[in-house]
């Protein structure tokens, strides 16, 4: 069973900056490490949308073009970890976040429901 911990989330001011840590666990996640991990997120209102995806390596990612240029996903295989940077943020920012395991593939995908472990969430609040 895979286990997703997500932190890091909190109150910003817009413009500033935080740091999501997705800590995994588990035998399955250990074996299946390769497969991707994203990032989506989840407005007020809103339907669960894309944000990043990494590969195995780090070497491949993918943006929502909302984020494209501010956000940068990466991943330290030694610690299970997947880490999504948040600079310049803004307050259409505001949302929960979640961390999510790629299924049975090593492609990267921005589709909710290719992915099969998902994290509690944490909220992300951008004041204007």
């Known amino acids: 069973q895979v286990q997703l911990v997500e932190s890091g989330g909190g109150l910003v001011q817009a413009g500033g900056s935080l740091r999501l840590s997705c800590a995994a666990s588990?035998?399955?996640?250990?074996?299946?490490?390769?497969?991707?991990m994203g990032w989506f997120r989840q407005a007020p209102g809103k339907e669960r949308e894309f944000v990043a995806a990494?590969?195995?390596?780090?070497?491949?990612?993918s943006y929502a073009d909302s984020v494209k240029g501010r956000f940068t996903i990466s991943r330290d295989n030694a610690k299970n970890t997947v880490y999504l940077q948040m600079n310049s943020l803004k307050p259409e920012d505001t949302a929960v976040y979640y961390c999510?395991?790629?299924?049975?593939?090593?492609?990267?995908?921005?589709?909710?429901?290719?992915?099969?472990?998902w994290g509690q969430g944490t909220q992300v609040t951008v004041s204007s």
């Open positions: 588990g035998r399955t996640f250990g074996i299946y490490a390769i497969y991707p």
């Open positions: 990494i590969n195995w390596s780090g070497g491949t990612t």
């Open positions: 999510a395991r790629r299924s049975g593939a090593m492609v990267l995908s921005t589709e909710r429901s290719e992915y099969d472990y």
